[in-house]
């Protein structure tokens, strides 16, 4: 019984993954792949029980579809109300004009640089640092079209060499703010800063430094070649965020430094939940939007886009994660996560071996179907059961599977940062796809390295 469950699991997984590469919503195919793997564990399990003794309705079968109730229940009041909040604050900061000051500020000393390719490095290392606090990676790469693309051109840049750089900025997700982080955070029970500081800086500094040399070499190796054509575009038509004042950038910041001050890292007598941290920063920028403004009424109605944000989070993340919890839940019922732990450790397959299978599973589905977080979320729930299983750091399994859901992000070229690029600069996918993927297979040697040798 239990190998046939297992061959079912694996089935059902290959026809998920198919569907999903077909471009079906991941939101519902790993939703009915989950509950049909929880009721064929049931039909074939009489002892099997989805729902513990204080959740279950009293019946098996109720309990196929409790199950939903039950995981959206602890996203809505966990991991998924972090998310919805970094959302929505992220949404309000881009209604006020704090994002685009962010990038501006940021963005102006490069301008400084007078080696071309240098000045490329420092627009990736940017770009890298922006997207801490800016975790939309489509959002992030229009801004740095429409501020930052026009310094590069002026410094002898080409547009594709530009957008390359741009389309990888996002591809290291890290920080409180970011919906993987968070999830990654959640998922082995640790604060979103303690994850950021002890776990995801210490891989993702020698991956930017290597990313940033290959972009180097291979950016200039392609400019000379000037393989592209290009076609008219307006990446001005394409920017829609709202300008505010340079100080406005602080708000950006301020989240971060609060979780961090009242945080175990610093503080052990206080500790300031992130959704605590977002909105106490969200009401400061309004009492600043109304003296700004001298309106109540303008500022109340542009602090409403933190709601609107959350909402839209909930329909795409949070909904996505609630799907994928459901579809590991179903994975783990049917023992096939017990049998691959059983047979990796009688085929002498370690910790490290299993790191690395599932990092690249993580990946390939991303490549795939263009969506990180969507592969990141359908394998994430099923790190702590691994890393029991085998002795091994939950924290050592999931950092790399998190951040190779970036990384080949960047080099697919479906995903909607480089779809987001191409159009911005006029080239074709494929272009920018050429450019990046050694980069990022750079980076995905050096980020598997060191999470192997350091965590």
Not at 268 to 277: C, G, H, N
Request: proline share 4%; glycine share 10%; net charge neutral.
């Amino acid at each position: 019984m239990a190998a046939f469950l297992a061959v079912f699991a694996l089935l059902t997984t290959l026809g998920a993954g198919f569907l999903l590469i077909k471009g079906q919503k991941p939101v519902i195919v790993l939703l009915l792949a989950g509950f049909l793997l929880i009721a064929v564990s049931t039909a074939f399990q009489p002892d099997f029980a989805i729902l513990d003794e204080e959740s279950t309705s009293g019946s098996r079968w109720l309990d196929v579809i409790g199950m939903f109730e039950n995981v959206a229940g602890s996203q809505l009041t966990g991991v998924g109300l972090i998310i919805m909040s970094a959302g929505g604050f992220s949404t309000y900061m881009n209604k006020i004009g704090a994002s685009r000051a962010l990038v501006e500020l940021l963005s102006a000393p490069i301008s400084k640089i007078k080696h071309p390719y240098m000045l490329l490095v420092f627009t990736y290392l940017l770009g890298a640092v922006l997207f801490m606090f800016i975790p939309s990676a489509a959002g992030l790469a229009i801004l740095l079209l429409v501020l930052v693309v026009p310094v590069l051109t002026a410094a002898g840049i080409t547009p594709a060499a530009s957008a390359a750089v741009i389309a990888t900025a996002s591809a290291m997700p890290m920080g409180p703010a970011s919906g993987t982080s968070v999830l990654a955070a959640g998922t082995i029970d640790l604060s979103p800063v303690v994850y950021f500081v002890q776990y995801q800086l210490i891989v993702a500094i020698p991956t930017f430094i290597a990313i940033s040399i290959a972009h180097y070499f291979v950016q200039r190796h392609y400019d000379k070649k000037g393989m592209e054509t290009y076609k008219p575009t307006d990446m001005q038509a394409a920017d829609d965020t709202a300008s505010g004042p340079r100080w406005y950038a602080l708000f950006l910041v301020l989240p971060i430094v609060l979780l961090i001050i009242f945080s175990p890292l610093v503080n052990d007598s206080v500790e300031l939940t992130t959704v605590a941290a977002f909105i106490i920063v969200w009401l400061v920028a309004m009492i600043c939007e109304m003296i700004r403004n001298r309106s109540f009424k303008q500022a109340a109605d542009a602090s409403t886009a933190l709601f609107t944000g959350m909402g839209k989070m909930f329909g795409g993340v949070v909904a996505l994660i609630i799907a994928a919890q459901i579809f590991a839940e179903g994975l783990t019922a049917t023992g096939a996560i017990d049998m691959m732990i059983e047979g990796g450790e009688k085929l002498g397959a370690g910790f490290a071996v299993m790191t690395i299978v599932f990092t690249l599973i993580v990946g390939l589905v991303t490549f795939l179907t263009g969506s990180g977080v969507g592969a990141f979320s359908a394998f994430s729930g099923l790190v702590p059961n691994i890393a029991s299983g085998l002795g091994g750091s939950a924290a050592a399994l999931i950092t790399p599977m998190e951040f190779a859901s970036g990384l080949f992000r960047s080099m697919s070229p479906i995903s909607g940062v480089v779809i987001a690029v191409t159009g911005g600069v006029g080239i074709n996918p494929i272009d920018v796809v050429r450019r990046t993927v050694l980069p990022m297979v750079v980076g995905l040697i050096v980020m598997a390295t060191a999470s192997l040798i350091l965590l």
